[in-house]
C-alpha cells in the first residue's frame, strides 16, 4: 500500500509539475510571440490576424522538444483563425497539431479524437466534404467505442456528420443520424 501510495503522488506530481510548465511555456509564448511584437506595429492599424501570423511563424522551432506544447497552441490557434474565418490557417494549425498528437499521445486520446473532430468541421466548412465526413465517422467511431454512445462528445459528433450530410443534400442520412442523437439524447437524459 505504501508503494502504490508513492507511485500514485509521484505520477500526480510529475502531472502537476508538467501541466504547470505548459502552462508556462503558452503564457511566454502568448507575451513574447504573439503581444511582444506589439511594439512593432508603430502607429498603424493592426489586426489579431497579424499578431497571430507572426506568432505562427517561430511555432514550431520554439517547441521542437516541447511537441504537446506546440500541438496545444496549434489546436488554439486553428480555433482562432476559425473565428476569422480563416479556413486555410486554420487547417493548417489542426493538421500540425493532430500529427503531433497522434505521435506522442495515440490515435485515440481524448486531445487527439478532439482536434481530429475540428479538422473535420474545417474540411466541411471550406467544402472538402469526403474528407470531412472521414474524419466525422472516424471520430464517431472512436467516441462510441471508447466514450460510450451516450456521451456529449459523441452525439454531437453524430449531430455533425448529419449536419454535414445536410450540407449535400442526403437528407435520409442525415435524418437517420438526427433521429439517432435525439433518441441517444432522450436515453441520457431519463438516465
Known amino acids: 500500500v505504501l508503494v502504490a501510495g508513492i507511485i500514485v503522488s509521484t505520477v ?31 502607429t498603424r492599424e493592426v489586426t489579431a490576424g497579424y499578431f497571430l501570423d507572426n506568432a505562427t511563424q517561430n511555432l ?38 493532430l500529427k503531433l498528437r497522434q505521435e506522442h499521445l495515440g490515435a485515440e486520446h481524448p486531445s487527439t479524437v478532439t482536434c481530429m473532430y475540428r479538422l473535420a468541421y474545417i474540411y466541411g466548412k471550406q467544402g ?13 467511431e472512436i467516441r462510441r467505442r471508447v466514450l460510450g454512445e451516450d456521451r456529449a462528445d459523441t452525439v454531437n459528433c453524430m449531430n455533425r456528420l448529419a449536419w454535414l450530410y445536410t450540407e449535400q443534400g442526403r437528407y435520409d442520412e442525415a435524418e437517420s443520424l438526427f433521429k439517432e442523437a435525439l433518441n441517444t439524447g432522450q436515453l441520457t437524459a431519463a438516465l
Not at 65 to 92: C, F, H, N, V
Not at 128 to 140: D, P, Q, W
Request: aromatic residues 10%; charged residues 30%; negative net charge.
Open 12 to 42: 500526480f506530481a510529475i502531472g502537476q509539475a508538467r501541466s504547470r510548465a505548459e502552462a508556462q511555456a503558452v503564457i511566454s509564448f502568448l507575451k513574447e510571440d504573439v503581444f511582444g511584437t506589439m511594439d512593432d506595429t508603430g
Open 128 to 140: 472538402r466534404y469526403s474528407e470531412a465526413e472521414a474524419l466525422y465517422l472516424k471520430t464517431h
Open 60 to 97: 514550431q522551432s520554439k517547441f521542437k522538444d516541447q511537441p504537446l506544447i506546440e500541438a496545444s497552441i496549434r489546436d488554439t490557434l486553428g480555433w482562432i483563425y476559425r473565428g476569422l474565418g480563416e479556413m486555410e490557417k486554420a487547417e493548417q494549425h489542426f493538421e500540425r497539431a
